[in-house]
């Protein structure tokens, strides 16, 4: 079947002009680079990390609530036989709220911010090191995404990044949401309707999160052929190819997420949302 690509001009003008300068700066070579750039932002905001020994095990303990998402840490400083100390969830703290607010997190009847978490949590990157990542969840998951992302963790999961999606703001959650997605970036809340609908998504709840997006993009066939909005994605419409990353049903990250009570958008009829899970 011929594939088409649809691509609005006007999502793709918008994200582009609105994108923070200085992230467009440092971003156009590489999706590393805007990776890069969204580590420093959150340093900046909540650590020095030059004042904490990342190669020493207590010290990357004792901070870790505070160390960047994006920061590589080795794996001597990582105690393997205790890793319920690098999955842990948080109440919103003031500097949380800082960062997210009117941006992720606008002023609503539906979901306040007792009802959220913040994770902090360690995962592999796609060059098989171990990366700081973060998520803000359903309070009532939490237990559910630790539980997940530390099995992921043990079974050595890739995961590009995860940054809270604020570090791609571009004035809207839409449009922040393309721009996240564009660098493949892993992120769970964000206030903002479904796609395609007016409802909100589960994803204004923390109960909804996107893994790997560019290799399991969202695609839709209503029209009878495949349709989707992202180019990095062309590769990944075709879901047989056996490419690293790609969601199915034998994949171990779909194992986990069903395990815990979860469901997946690639399960979905006429949409295919292969990067969603939901509960």
Known sequence: AEVTVEISDEVIAETAESVEESQVEETENSQEEQQ????EDVSEEDADTNQIDL???ASVTANWEIIPAGTIIDASAIDFNNLSQYFVAYEISDEVFSFINEKSYQENPDVALSDLRYMKLLHYNFNHELQVGELIVAADL??????????LFQAEYEIQSMYLPDNYWTGDPTSTDSASIDVNNTSCFMYRPAT???????????RAIDINPQQNPYVSY?????KW??????????????????????????????????????AWTNIKDYQHFQK
């Open 55 to 57: 190669s020493d095990p």
């Open 196 to 206: 395609g609908s007016g409802n909100l998504s589960k994803h204004a709840y923390g």
């Open 142 to 151: 939490q237990s559910d995404f630790i539980g997940i992302f530390t099995e």
């Open 229 to 266: 909005s992202h180019e990095n994605a062309n590769d990944y419409i075709d879901r047989t190819t056996g490419l690293p990353h790609v969601i199915t049903e034998d994949d171990i990250c779909y194992q986990i997420f069903i395990k815990y009570g979860f469901t997946w958008g690639g």
């Open 222 to 226: 209503t029209s009878g052929s495949p």
């Open 36 to 39: 890069t750039e969204a580590s």
